[in-house]
Every structure is written in structure tokens, then in C-alpha cells.
């Protein structure tokens, strides 16, 4: 039991990789080393996430309609024509009592997930990763 308790946990907390919009790789830097920045490259993230498109409408602050996202988890060519994967379940969860989810939100959780490694954001072999909290669990049994 011990044995698969720690099978579990090592599962539990392999990081997962974040998409990779377009727009994150046409910053022209290596390595993101401002907040400022990332959260910009996940803008562009979560407006292809929840808008299936890479221009987020004139009014950006408004809400979207959790029943017109395409799918919980969705799939993007990224650099080097990679796929990446990643779900946007715990932001649909966040909306689901009113059905609607801001683009805010979105990035907001995006940000938490991040990984800041030495303290720094840092953008690692052009993925995102998601930093170790409690509920990878719940996120690795819907990518898998």
C-alpha cells in the first residue's frame, strides 16, 4: 500500500506543460523575466481559450458564455510544432454558478499555476509549467 501511495504521489506532482499561444513566442525574448510580461503571453492564452480566436473582442471585460467554449481541454500547435495540452477546468469551475467566467479569471489562475523557479519567472524549453499545489491531482486525471 506504501508502494503505491508514493506511485501516487509522484504522479500527482509531475508538472504538466501549459499551451503555448503564438503570440507568447513573438515577445522575442528567451526567457520571460518580467511578471508583467507573462501575464501578458497568458492574455493571449486565455483569449484563444475562451474566444477560439487569437483577438480578444473590443470589450474584453466581458464575460464568456462557459457553454460556448469548445471543450474543457483543448489542444494548440505550439512552438517547434509541438502539442500541448492543458485544462481549463478549475476556470470553468470558478464560473459555473453564474455561467460566466471573465477573461481575468482566466489569468489569474494561469498565474497562480505558474512555476517560479529561483523566485524568477522563467519561461523553460518554451513551456509553461505548472508549479506543484494540491489540486494537480485533479488536473492530471483530466489531461489523462
Not at 481575468?104 to 509553461?128: H, V, Y
Request: aromatic share 8%; hydrophobic share 40%; proline share 6%.
Amino acid at each position: 500500500m506504501r508502494y503505491f501511495k508514493s506511485v501516487l504521489l509522484a504522479l500527482v506532482f509531475t508538472p504538466l506543460p501549459l499551451a503555448n499561444a503564438e503570440q507568447c513566442h513573438r515577445v522575442g525574448l528567451k526567457n520571460f523575466v518580467s511578471k508583467d510580461k507573462v501575464i501578458a503571453a497568458l492574455g493571449n492564452v486565455c483569449v484563444q481559450l475562451l474566444y477560439g480566436t487569437k483577438i480578444a473582442p473590443l470589450n474584453d471585460n466581458k464575460p464568456v458564455d462557459i457553454m460556448t467554449t469548445q471543450q474543457a481541454c483543448r489542444t494548440f500547435k505550439g512552438h517547434k510544432d509541438k502539442l500541448y495540452m492543458f485544462t481549463i477546468e478549475p476556470v470553468i469551475t470558478k464560473g459555473v454558478e453564474h455561467k460566466k467566467i471573465l477573461p481575468q479569471d482566466c489569468i489569474d489562475m494561469m498565474t497562480s499555476l505558474l512555476d517560479c523557479p529561483k523566485g524568477a519567472w522563467e519561461r523553460l524549453n518554451g513551456d509553461f509549467q505548472f508549479r506543484h499545489v494540491p489540486f494537480l491531482a485533479e488536473l492530471t486525471s483530466i489531461a489523462n
